[in-house]
Antibody
Framework: EVQLVESGGGLVQPGRSLRLSCTVS????????IIWFRQAPGKGLEWIGF??????????EYAASVKGRITISRDDSKNIAYLQLYSLRAEDTAMYYC????????????WGQGTLVTVSS | YVLTQPPSVSVAPGKTAKIACGGD??????VHWYQQRPGQAPILVIY???DRPSGIPERFSGSNSGNTATLTINRVEAGDEADYYC????????????FGGGTKLTVL
């Protein structure tokens, strides 16, 4: 069974950084891209970045809204993907999800349950 | 590229719900649809315009032509009440594409 589990969320002060983890099981992690989404309270889905699988050398892409403040990485030996977000602002408050696609290009068929990040002093 | 969805759609149980997703020449792109119930992660319900993932009821179908993609839910049930998001993916790009703002489906 495919599972993605996010962790690392919580209350963070403005200006600080956070690192979220996405622990994956049930498929050959190294072969698949991992995408990070976020969803601000009452708002829609926003992809913020992704990291490709080993066939594409683990290259990354970031959304313009967070570029310069984000790093996504992966540890294929541990089946974990990471999201680091820097210089946090109140508008980064959101539920953060990791996801992947296994059947069709960029059709995200597996999602984690999400981890909530609240940026507040 | 902007995808436009109506903020809300209401339908009585047993009837048919149609949720539109408008975009410039969207018919030439691929569209995926997601259902998100309150407090839950999204679920893929339609991919590549018309295909249904395993486990998604046949009541869910999709179409895409011209400037509008449409998610159709036949014989709507109370459990279908959720937010629905469309996503446009351009096969010429190696990129997740654009998401619509979401439509809240209310079952009356």
């Amino acid at each position: 069974e495919v599972q993605l589990v996010e962790s690392g969320g919580g209350l963070v002060q403005p200006g600080r950084s956070l690192r979220l983890s996405c622990t994956v099981s049930g498929f050959t992690f190294a072969d698949y891209s991992i995408i990070w989404f976020r969803q601000a309270p009452g708002k829609g889905l926003e992809w913020i970045g992704f990291i490709r699988g080993r066939s594409y050398a683990g290259t990354t892409e970031y959304a313009a809204s967070v570029k310069g403040r984000i790093t996504i990485s992966r540890d294929d030996s541990k089946n974990i993907a990471y999201l680091q977000l820097y210089s946090l602002r109140a508008e980064d408050t959101a539920m953060y999800y990791c996801s992947t696609y296994t059947t069709a290009f960029y059709a995200f068929d597996y999602w984690g349950q999400g981890t909530l990040v609240t940026v507040s002093s | 590229y902007v995808l436009t969805q109506p903020p809300s759609v209401s339908v009585a149980p047993g009837k048919t719900a149609k949720i539109a997703c408008g975009g410039d020449n969207i018919g030439s792109k691929s569209v995926h649809w997601y259902q998100q119930r309150p407090g839950q992660a999204p679920i893929l319900v339609i991919y590549y315009d018309t295909d249904r993932p395993s486990g998604i009821p046949e009541r869910f179908s999709g179409s895409n032509s011209g400037n509008t993609a449409t998610l159709t839910i036949n014989r709507v049930e109370a459990g279908d009440e959720a937010d629905y998001y469309c996503q446009m993916w351009d096969s010429s790009s190696d990129h997740p594409g654009v998401f619509g703002g979401g439509t809240k489906l209310t079952v009356l």
